[in-house]
């Protein structure tokens, strides 16, 4: 990276001093991350930001969803900046908070909706969260999606169901793999149908009303290339984010959120042949950190996040910048009665054990 701008980051930063806290994702380019105080999974840097009242500015390096949940769990003192508006993340825009709550009024409709709890995967908008703590359901992350839907199946009683959004196959995964239950038992609601595209019965008979919602990334990571990798790399092990479809997820040897795969890769021993199905940055900055490791990309035509991307060091420059000269670019303020009860479902994840 350009090194004048190198140099324009490291000044910022020593001058702002401990005014400012960088939370960097780990889908960020390297020239973001080498300027992150802390980096993390979603669910990690949730918690981190909230673990930092002292610092009056937050520069977060990640999407506008993961933004919007710091505003939310930091203080009214604290400002959360996002270095680029324009990075959204094509999931989140999935579920629009009208097309949820006519859902919901479909499966009132349905009489289903008594005994239905939300749980609600991180990448989704603020308003969506708020919609899941009016109806007493969780948010979740990649890291804790088991430990939530546990809680919400369990909250849900007999007979009792769950609508997940917006990530179909998150929420198919961890109800099959993780928690050993059935394809049969999972129905896909989509938006743009009257009822979802589905019957009275089906609703009835479900247990999973899965949002008809993905991640335009991992969505992409396919069977065959998982075959393909085990058939030209013999004793490769393959490790997929649980946004990948679900019979990627099946044919994967592990699983798991970006912190998790960072983990299991580094306690991997030297020489272990890895196949990652995950997001570029992060793939190619563990190729570049465990060496001793042989570390591949799951496949050849899948790209960056076009949306983590748009954070780049000048839009972290021009907001440090903007910061030491006493102007804040970029806040992310969410709405004081939306965030009250985003706040309510974002809690009831941080109090799920484990
Ligand atoms: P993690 O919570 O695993 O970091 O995932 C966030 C994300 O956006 C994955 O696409
Ligand atoms: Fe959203 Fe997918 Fe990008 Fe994650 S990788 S931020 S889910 S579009």
């Not at 889908?27 to 840097?45: C, H, M, N, P, W």
């Not at 999606?145 to 007979?159: C, E, K, V």
């Amino acid at each position: 990276s350009d090194p004048g701008l190198v140099e324009r980051a490291r000044a910022a930063k020593a001058a702002l001093g401990d005014q400012v806290f960088v939370l960097g994702h780990h889908y960020q380019r390297d020239e973001v991350i080498e300027f992150a105080d802390v980096t993390g999974d979603s669910f990690k840097l949730a918690k981190d930001a909230a673990a930092r009242p002292e610092a009056p500015y937050i520069v977060f390096c990640g999407v506008h969803f993961m933004a919007e949940s710091a505003d939310i769990l930091t203080s009214d003192e604290q400002t959360v900046i996002l270095p680029d508006l324009a990075a959204g993340c094509s999931m989140a825009d999935m579920a629009a908070i009208r097309q949820v709550e006519d859902a919901w009024d479909d499966l009132v409709e349905a009489g289903v909706a008594d005994r239905t709890i939300p749980v609600t995967y991180m990448n989704s908008s603020a308003a969506i969260k708020a919609f899941t703590g009016r109806h007493g359901g969780t948010i979740c992350t990649s890291s804790n999606a088991r430990t939530a839907l546990t809680w919400a199946l369990d909250q849900a009683g007999t007979g009792g169901k769950v609508l997940f959004l917006p990530d179909q196959h998150l929420g198919r995964n961890t109800y099959v793999r993780d928690l050993g239950g059935s394809l049969d038992g999972c129905v896909v609601f989509d938006p743009h149908k009257p009822m979802g595209g589905l019957t009275r019965q089906q609703l009835e008979d479900a247990t999973m009303i899965l949002w008809r919602g993905h991640c335009s990334v991992h969505g992409r990571f396919s069977l065959a290339a998982v075959e393909q990798a085990r058939r030209e790399i013999p004793g490769v092990k393959v490790i997929v984010h649980p946004e990948c479809q679900h019979e990627v997820v099946e044919a994967a040897d592990e699983v798991g959120s970006t912190e998790k795969i960072i983990k299991t890769i580094a306690a991997a021993p030297p020489g272990t042949k890895w196949v990652v199905g995950t997001e570029l940055n992060l793939v190619r900055r563990l190729a570049a950190q465990f060496p001793e490791q042989q570390i591949a990309f799951l496949e050849k035509n899948v790209c960056y996040c076009s949306t983590m991307n748009r954070i780049d060091l000048p839009h972290l420059v021009w907001a440090l910048e903007s910061l030491v000269a006493g102007r804040v670019v970029n806040p992310i303020h969410v709405d004081a009665d939306v965030a009250h009860h985003a706040r309510v479902a974002l809690d009831q994840m941080l109090a799920l054990p484990g």
